[in-house]
């Protein structure tokens, strides 16, 4: 869970203060060397402690939902450019219940809406695409 942290800590540097475009491309980079090792380490089991849906599971799927919004900032698609076995991971935890349930179903929309009132490039792309 400790390495699941340190790439949120990824994603709020990408939102808070990656002021620039290059900036932004390198904590990308580092998300996407950071999902390289997870998936090496990943087991071939439905979930990350196997047949049952656990808190590493939830933990990794906070920070899989920002994926789709920073899609939306970059060339780069950090969904498009998950290993298969991640994929299917997060199709499948996805559209778990208790993934669904714990986020409200306008939740992307209000995350778009919180990183482009934020000074960084991500918001600053956000907001020119919305406005």
């Known amino acids: 869970m400790a390495y699941a942290d340190g790439m949120l800590n990824i994603v709020a540097r990408i939102i808070y203060r990656d ?7 390198i904590s990308l980079r580092e998300l996407e060397e950071r999902l390289r090792i997870v ?11 196997g047949d049952a849906f656990g808190l590493v599971d939830a933990v ?13 900032v970059s060339e780069t698609k950090l969904n498009d450019s998950l290993p298969q076995k991640l994929t299917e991971w997060w199709a499948l935890v996805g559209s778990h219940k208790s ?9 992307e ?4 809406q ?6 960084s490039h991500a918001a600053r792309v956000l907001g020119t695409a919305s406005g």
Do not use: C, G, W
């Open 109 to 112: 929309a209000e995350l778009l």
């Open 60 to 72: 990794f799927a906070t920070l899989f939902r920002y994926f789709s919004v920073f899609d939306r």
């Open 39 to 49: 998936d090496d380490r990943f087991q071939p089991q439905k979930y990350f402690a």
């Open 19 to 25: 002021v620039d475009a290059s900036a932004f491309a």
């Open 99 to 107: 993934v669904k349930d714990a986020v409200p179903p306008t939740y």
């Open 114 to 119: 919180f990183i482009a009132q934020k000074e």
